[in-house]
DNA sequence: CTTTGAATATTAGCCGGCTAATGGTAGCTT
DNA sequence: AAGCTACCATTAGCCGGCTAATATTCAAAG
């Protein structure tokens, strides 16, 4: 058998390459890579608690709160009580954190470049569209 | 813009799924999920340099050594002085290393049917033209 | 009302990735 | 032969992922 051959191996590969982009991109607008899927949930729904935000990014809560405290540290996030339940928490964004938004948008747009560099329009198409069907 | 309909997303976001089942399919052969890839280069062809596993597998060679450490204290490689080059070592598989390949074959089979699990035959087939595509 | 169990956050500790810095060796230039 | 430079391994230290274990709080059941 060649392991070579198998899709987990590529996607495993492919992988590789991709995070080291998404960690460039992310330090040049003063994220770090595992940050910056947690501001994007934030950006859809701010005010989210931990445990719901960790089911979002497909993380879990220890991972999420790790990467929590280097947001609330760097001023992107702020902490608040749960009005209903002293358990939970809510994570707000700051001006801060809402404003580097348009400045991980610009780097997307180039990292999304970069990662389709190789592909046809039609073979980018359809490839999102299997990545799609891959985690739903 | 939407981050989610970028190429660049869906590839992180499948990744963080597919990272989590090559875990659980490489601890069921007594293996760190780090340390399968390089097991994967050393089957091709052994008694490798540190400095040329690293780019074969597109990680740093600190990375390298460090699942490297973890091989051989399980017992999964040696390691040996280059003859001509006092800088250099070279890794070799042990008995166990050369092993356990067939435990992965079978592990990495089921890895496999569960990743394109979702996707018809020739989805299958395009999605990885496509990811070999991308690193090419 | 008490107790039990589930949920939330957090801590500790591991592995896996990176960059930067160190030390030793090879090799080339002079 | 001496010295500069490049190369290889390794260490230190950071972030990002996980599981297991803890403390607190809520809710539900007796």
Known sequence: MQFEDTAAYLLAKATVLHKNAIQKYANS?????GQVFVMME?????GQRQIDLAARVNLSPPTVNKI????????????????DDARSTRIFLTPKGVQVRDALEEAWIELEEQTLGSLTDTE???LKQ????LFL
């Open 42 to 46: 934030l950006w859809k729904v701010d």
């Open 130 to 133: 299997l990545l799609e069907k």
């Open 68 to 83: 929590l405290g280097g947001l609330l540290e760097n001023d992107f996030v702020t902490c608040a009580r749960y009005e």
């Open 124 to 126: 980018a198409l359809m």
């Open 29 to 33: 607008v003063g994220l770090h890579s």
